[in-house]
């Protein structure tokens, strides 16, 4: 049951990956907290897909925004 505003919400599974988006300027490369990957972004590659396991650390710390979910084949 939602109270107070609360959105309801559903957990990101691992045949889906985060659309996260650089809100940063200079080139970067940052490690998933979760899985330790690297993830390059720049300011003309800003949308990159992500690890649902990434996702919420690199969304928390400000320098990323939570865009999306995308299915993926598992290819």
Do not use: H, N, W
């Amino acid at each position: 049951m939602k109270c107070c505003g609360q959105v309801a919400t559903r957990a990101i599974t691992r045949s889906q990956q985060a659309r996260i988006r650089y809100e940063g300027g200079p080139p970067v490369v940052v490690a998933g907290p979760a899985t330790g990957r690297a993830y390059r972004f720049s300011g003309t590659d800003r949308v990159q897909l992500v690890d649902p396991r990434d996702a919420p650390g690199l969304a928390r710390g400000g320098m990323f925004r939570l865009i999306g979910v995308v299915e993926t084949t598992g290819d």
